[in-house]
Every structure is written in structure tokens, then in C-alpha cells.
């Protein structure tokens, strides 16, 4: 079972420090496997690979758009996170999940990223955006030769099994690439025909078989703020989101209810609606929890990875 919760937004030090805890009780068997879904304050975070040259906004700019620098433990360079992105921690013990193949009850770092991946494909899929994986690059991506089209209600309209099925088993296995954000090159490319945009980014941190970050879905996001960077160098694809494809903004909540909908699918469990924190932990008696100071209902190896 998976439970989830929404927490509205969440600066980004306090979502790390209630990832880290959530993280201490699913290893001492405390909690259950958790979905935490969010909204993060601006901020750029830098991973254990980060080159502060991807950073390419002044400290000025940075102050002038309110957005704020944090180092983090996750692996990989530099990334983004803001208003209108769906930013998802699973926090879940992978020797729950069985492989496919059944050989193996617990799931490596790829095979879960790769779920991931599907998570997040089926759920485009539910607003009609055909969506692909990419060889070689790591998370959710436009499909260069489908038209996105706002069909009103998507997910009668694309069943979430039809919409990317060719391209769905394309793996790639670089967790630390990243996509920059439009530039002169990009516009340029555009411009001689569609190529593929980067609608989802996926990093992740596994300690000792527990998950922690995740991924961040651009839903409504404004696309400028990745003007502030390079992500990982990169800047022969764009950023894109939800809004840019269907041309309209979406209900964060109806994008939130397909995500939680599709990892009941995609992982075979069942999905526990979980209102509060506080009724989270009424199964972990006795363990101190430092609660986000605002949120809002509505919306024995390490490894990392983040692209």
C-alpha cells in the first residue's frame, strides 16, 4: 500500500528534513511506503556533481526573482523547482517490489527510475500529451512527431495504455543528465521542425533500499526561471510543461489525482488517501515529527541520481 499525501507548497530545507525523517521511519519499519506530492518555493538546487558555472543568473538576478540556492545530497548537477511544477518524493522501500521477470524482489535503481518514468508517461498520456523516453537521458519528454492537442476531457479521449505505446520502451540509463532551457540553439532547431522537449525531471537517492527525492513534473511553471541556468550543461533540447503543450493552464489537482491514480497502477498497489501528517504518523507512536511550517491541502551502499 502507498499512501499519499499533498502538501501544498513547501520550501525546499523543510521538504528535504521531512524527507530525511520519513526516510529514518521507513527503515525502522515504522511507516509504510509514502508518496509526498508538492509545490517548492523557487529554488535551485545543486547536487553533489553540481559546476557552479551552470548557474549563469547573477546573485542580483537571483535576489530579484526570489529565487534561493541550496546544496542537497542527491547526485548530479544543477536544477530548478518552482511554482506550477508537481514535485513528487516517493519515499518507498524497493525490497517490497518484485521485478517483472519475477527473478528478483527488489527492484534495482534503473528498474524504479523506469517506473518512474511510466508513472509520469501514463499520466501525460491522461491530458492527451504523447510523451517518449529519450536513449541516453533520463525522464519524460515530448514525442517530436505527435501533435498535442487540448481535446477537453483527455483521459477519455487517450487511454493512457494507447498514447506513447511505440516509444514507451525506449531505455535510457544516464541518471545525470538534464535538459537546459530554450536558448538561440534550441529556438533555432524548433524552428526547422519539432524536436523533443523535457516535460519531467527524475533524480533519486537510494540509502540501504529506501527512495527518497523523486520527480517534478512541469504542469503550470513558469519557463523563464530555467533562463537562470544549464542544467547539466545541456542546452541542445528545451524545458517545456503541460501549459506550453495544451495551451491552456491545468488543475493542479486533477494532475496530482492522475499521478497517485497511475503509481497505483504502475507499482500494483493500493493508494491510501492520507489528509495530514499527523494522521501519517498516528502509526509511528512515540517518534518526534517536525511538521512544514505552512502547507496547504490542496495540491549497506548509497546511490544517487538525478537528470
Known sequence: MISVIQLGTVDYPTGLRLQQQLVALRKEEKIGDVL???EH??????????KAANIIASGE???QRAVELFECDRGGDVTFHGPGQIVGY???DLRGYATPDGKRQTLGAVEFVRRLEEVLIRTCADFAIATERIAGLTGVWTDADATNTDVGTAAAAVPPSEAGRSRRNREGHDFTRAVGAPNAE????AGRGRVESKLAAIGIHIS???TSHGFALNVNTDLSFFNLIIPCGITAKPVTSMQQELGRELDPNAVSESIFRNFGTVFSSQILWVETLDALLGRA???PMKRPAETRQLHHEDDSTWA
Open 285 to 287: 507512536v512515540g517518534v
Open 90 to 92: 516517493p519515499i518507498f
Open 61 to 63: 538576478l537571483l535576489a
Open 41 to 50: 518555493s523557487p529554488v535551485i538546487t545543486l547536487g553533489r556533481n553540481a
Open 186 to 189: 534550441t529556438a533555432s532547431a
Open 36 to 38: 509526498l506530492l508538492l
Open 208 to 210: 540501504h533500499f529506501v
